[in-house]
């Protein structure tokens, strides 16, 4: 099992920065993805950037160029560091843990943490 531990959300004006942290905990498979995904109100859940354990990146359109998603393999956490953020930014964002490889592999979730964009 895995518990994933979120941190770093808040309210910031339009055109500053944020980083969100999240931690796992439990039994972490060396071979795994981990990310973020975030829902805004009448929106689905959606893909914000993911990591694989290997490095590899995978980011939204939305994001790219504004967002860096990164991970410390050592600590089994990963970061999004988000700038030049905007109100279409708001949304609660979600940990997410893929732990395993193939198709043995198990999804985890975060709690979420409110980020809250201002004009």
């Known amino acids: 099992q895995v518990q994933l531990v979120e941190s770093g959300g808040g309210l910031v004006q339009a055109g500053g920065s944020l980083r969100l942290s999240c931690t796992a905990h439990?039994?972490?498979?060396?071979?795994?993805?981990m990310g973020w995904y975030r829902q805004a109100p009448a929106k689905q859940r959606e893909l914000v950037a993911t990591?694989?354990?290997?490095?590899?990146?995978n980011y939204a359109d939305s994001v790219k160029g504004r967002f860096t998603v990164s991970r410390d393999n050592a600590k089994n956490t990963v970061y999004l560091y988000m700038n030049s953020l905007k109100p279409d930014d708001t949304a609660v964002y979600y940990c997410?843990?893929?732990?395993?490889?193939?198709?043995?592999?198990?999804?985890?979730w975060g709690q979420g943490t409110q980020v809250t964009v201002s004009s």
């Open positions: 990591i694989a354990s290997g490095g590899t990146t």
């Open positions: 997410y843990h893929r732990n395993g490889p193939g198709i043995l592999y198990h999804n985890y």
């Open positions: 439990g039994s972490i498979a060396s071979i795994n993805t």
